[in-house]
């Protein structure tokens, strides 16, 4: 779960968050609205590590991995499934590996790379991107 305990957040002057406490607990969904400045990137930069509060704590378990899309993407000459995947580094670690198994025709550690793509939900990856852009818009 992610925990706010009495979290004050500041940028220069101004008070963002002040002396917030809740908890996010898996599986829950949460909307955050409010006018522009009013900190919302502050907040993602704070659960990202970009950024850490001028008091209080926040608790992220360390197996967590916060995923974010930035509200502007380069311009690029990929997909934008393909950029999505990339934020996946260890879908992309894998698959790398996968490949020079396969080129190296080593055929234990191929099994065990399709195992550990099986794990991930590598499989899936290319579809729950796809679903996820998709309900960006």
């Not at 000459?77 to 025709?105: K, M, N, P, W, Y």
């Not at 939900?121 to 729950?128: C, D, F, I, L, V």
């Given at each position: ?113 399709h195992q550990r ?21």
């Open positions: 779960m992610i925990q706010f305990k009495q979290l004050t957040l500041t940028r220069g002057a101004k008070i963002l968050i002040e002396e917030a406490s809740f908890q996010l607990h898996p599986g829950h969904k949460v909307g955050l609205t409010g006018a522009n400045g009013a900190g919302k990137s502050s907040l993602f930069a704070l659960l990202r590590g970009e950024l850490h509060p001028e008091v209080g704590d926040l608790e992220i378990p360390s197996s967590w991995v916060v995923a974010h899309v930035a509200q502007e993407t380069p311009a690029l000459s990929q997909s934008a499934i393909a950029f999505t995947l990339d934020g996946d580094a260890e879908l992309r670690h894998v698959e790398a590996a996968l490949l020079q198994a396969e080129t190296a025709h080593a055929g234990e550690q191929i099994a065990e790379l793509l099986t794990d991930i939900e590598g499989y899936s990856a290319k579809a729950r991107a796809a679903a996820l852009l998709d309900g960006l818009g």
